[in-house]
């Protein structure tokens, strides 16, 4: 069957793929439209599997609420920050999105065994594949998590353009526009700040123990501090403790847009409990940067594309 300039542009358009590579396809299944997507589905595989070894630490979080109370945070990784802003990156980073929001998988490889809901018959991993495939740099979804209130309501906060995914969880009897409003304002809070726990609750009596011990043993290695009395050395070692849990602990935190200075997160939420005449309480926050944790290469760019060129 001859390949027409119309067939190559139909399935380029469909998938997404290079135009020689669709020209390609396109021949060695005698112009099956569905055979040749297969077939650069299966291309794309073996790209896939290729390109495996490479590190994925720039990319997006995307963050999407379906109600007051379910909200989902997503965080898919590129190779590098110019595909992070390419509009096919970013459309399939929503879908991946939209889909964890509707998921009930228990972890990520449920998650990419799931049906893939813009086309039930590939898995959400056979979506990555094809992305890959097309955008032509390993991607990975690297995690999610969706939460639900069962008692309370949810915000979302991105920032940086995907740089920060950012969910808040409250209890509250009251969800009205001031509560929203406050819990956003908490929401940029963990989003600036990177708090570790939403209260001192929330850290083992071990995790405290074992910090205290560090502080005594600085103190004692020290020569002037280690001469100080007991007491004092108690003293000094519970006052850095407290200050430590202030910086991690989102409720002890300075809130970022109080005018005193003073106030912290907790007194604000307090202040906009009592004038709303609601029981609300900070219960969860998940917090997602892109790249965290991740080792990022540093590659000159141009000069990769010059050898492209060269070659």
């Known amino acids: 069957m001859a390949i027409t300039a119309a067939m190559v542009k139909e399935l380029r358009e469909v998938t997404g793929a290079g135009m020689m590579d669709c020209k390609k396809a396109l021949n060695e299944t005698n112009g099956d439209m569905d055979a040749a997507i297969e077939f650069l589905r299966k291309n794309g595989q073996a790209k896939a599997e290729k390109k495996a070894g490479r590190i994925a630490a720039e990319g997006l979080c995307r963050v999407i609420k379906t109600d007051d109370k379910t909200a989902a945070v997503v965080e898919v990784n590129s190779e590098t920050d110019f595909v992070a802003k390419n509009e096919k990156f970013q459309t399939f980073v929503d879908a991946v999105a939209k889909q964890a929001v509707a998921s009930d998988a228990a972890d990520l490889d449920a998650f990419l065994a799931e049906s893939w809901k813009e086309d039930s018959s590939k898995t959400v991993k056979d979506a990555l594949v094809e992305q890959i495939a097309v955008i032509g740099e390993n991607l990975s979804i690297r995690r999610f998590e969706k939460v639900v209130a069962a008692n309370g309501c949810v915000v979302t906060y991105l920032h940086g353009g995907g740089r920060i995914g950012v969910i808040v969880e409250a209890d509250t009897d009251v969800v009205n526009d001031e509560v929203k409003e406050c819990l956003t304002n908490v929401a940029m809070q963990v989003a600036a700040l990177s708090p570790k726990y939403v209260s001192r609750e929330e850290i083992s009596a071990d995790y405290i123990a074992h910090e205290e011990e560090i502080l005594k043993a600085q103190i004692m290695n020290d020569p002037k501090e ?41 007194q604000y939420v307090a202040q906009v409990a009592k004038a709303t005449g609601a029981n609300l309480s900070i219960k969860k926050f998940v917090r997602f940067e892109t790249g965290e944790g991740l080792e990022k290469k540093n590659e000159d760019f141009a000069a990769e594309v010059a050898a492209q060129m060269n070659a």
Do not use: F, H
């Open 226 to 266: 280690s001469q100080k009395p007991e007491k004092v050395i108690e003293g000094m070692i519970k006052g850095r403790i407290n200050k430590e849990l202030k910086d991690i602990c989102l409720v002890d935190q300075v809130y970022v847009k109080a005018e005193d200075g003073k106030q912290t997160v907790a």
